[in-house]
């Protein structure tokens, strides 16, 4: 226990002292911005691009893997390792929704790792119609959504990065366009066991609204972690998301938090510290990562708020579970991932890693 709280204070102490105190200062500004303004869009920040990233139920991995599917998302753990990777993934969401990426890494020596990046929701096609009902033809929506990360070591434990992610939405007639950035510093220990990263996602502003009604991005602050046994091919991560905001619980009508008994009209308050438990752990982000071999990985992820979000009463659901595993061959890696967000459907990802 005492090597682990020396450890949590070596990785505050460095994380302060040369990244975190710059990022914080930069995601205070669009903080204050964003609570000026009432509607929230974008969500397409927010979508899992990576099947290796979702199967843990993550938004990103604080984990150095030699793969561009994870690095575009953590732009800190971009490396050589990852030079000349190309990667393209696909997943079916709902009701005809789905979603393409790719990503594409390269090493420059003297100004560290670049990645390029397309992600693209596509809603289907809809009728038009006047309002009396006669239908004039069929409209699209989609969403394109770039990146460009860089990131290199200052150290043999520092690690720093950034995303700059132009967004450009088409409804119909109605078009968007926003400009998101990330940034993130990893501490990595000298045994190279112990990774945390520290990451401001999805901060920026729009640069052209739908019908001039002003939106802001879906910001987050999230910690990630992850540990890797000494004497088992496991390794453990944990996520903290939303550190700028405590309060995630939603207002549900048809499941009050409060009960009144149908006889004496009394009010029954919800137990505080319950309350209070249920908000803490939907913050909360678990997995675990098994690498059988070094041709074959198995995955299992869960989120509570997830689970509590999609929960339904006298069903069973596996709502807030992700699992998923890894091929490798040679010079590619197929991985796939299935996150249970509701009883009646589920997101499937497919990515294939080929290094040219």
Request: neutral net charge; hydrophobic residues 40%.
């Amino acid at each position: 226990m005492h090597r682990f709280i020396s450890l949590l204070e070596l990785i505050i102490y460095f994380m302060l002292k040369k990244i975190a105190f710059t990022l914080l200062l930069c995601c205070a500004f669009f903080v204050s911005k964003a609570q000026q303004e009432i509607y929230e869009a974008y969500s397409v920040l927010n979508l899992r691009s990576s099947a290796r990233v979702s199967n843990l139920g993550m938004d990103f991995l604080a984990w150095k893997v030699n793969d561009i599917s994870v690095g575009i998302t953590n732009p800190s753990i971009l490396s050589k390792e990852m030079n000349n990777q190309f990667a393209v993934g696909y997943t079916d969401l709902f009701a005809g929704i789905w979603q393409g990426n790719v990503a594409y890494s390269h090493t420059f020596n003297k100004i560290g790792s670049l990645s390029f990046g397309l992600n693209y929701i596509g809603y289907g096609k809809f009728q038009r119609t006047l309002p009396n009902g006669d239908q004039v033809g069929d409209f699209t929506a989609n969403d394109y959504m770039f990146t460009l990360g860089w990131g290199r070591m200052l150290d043999s434990n520092i690690y720093i990065g950034a995303n700059l992610k132009p967004i450009f939405s088409q409804y119909e007639d109605y078009s968007s366009i926003a400009l998101a950035f990330d940034l993130a510093a990893t501490y990595i220990s000298n045994n190279r066991s112990f990774t945390a990263t520290l990451m401001a996602r999805n901060f920026g502003t729009q640069l052209k609204s739908f019908n001039d009604i002003e939106e802001k991005l879906p910001f987050q602050l999230e910690l990630g972690i992850s540990k890797k046994l000494k004497h088992a091919p496991l390794q453990i991560f944990a996520m903290v998301t939303n550190l700028q905001k405590w309060d995630l619980r939603e207002d549900d009508p048809l499941n009050p938090r409060d009960e009144i008994d149908p006889f004496t009209n009394e009010i029954k308050r919800e137990n505080h510290f319950l309350g209070t438990l249920d908000n803490m752990f939907r913050h909360l982000n678990v997995g675990v990562n098994f690498e059988l071999s070094k041709s074959f990985y198995l995955a299992f992820g869960y989120s509570w708020k997830q689970s509590r979000e999609m929960y339904l009463n006298d069903a069973f659901s596996l709502a807030g579970f992700s699992y998923g595993f890894g091929i490798n061959i040679r010079r590619f890696q197929l991985s796939y991932a299935r996150n249970e967000y509701h009883k009646y459907g589920s997101p499937n990802h497919l990515t294939l890693l080929v290094k040219l």
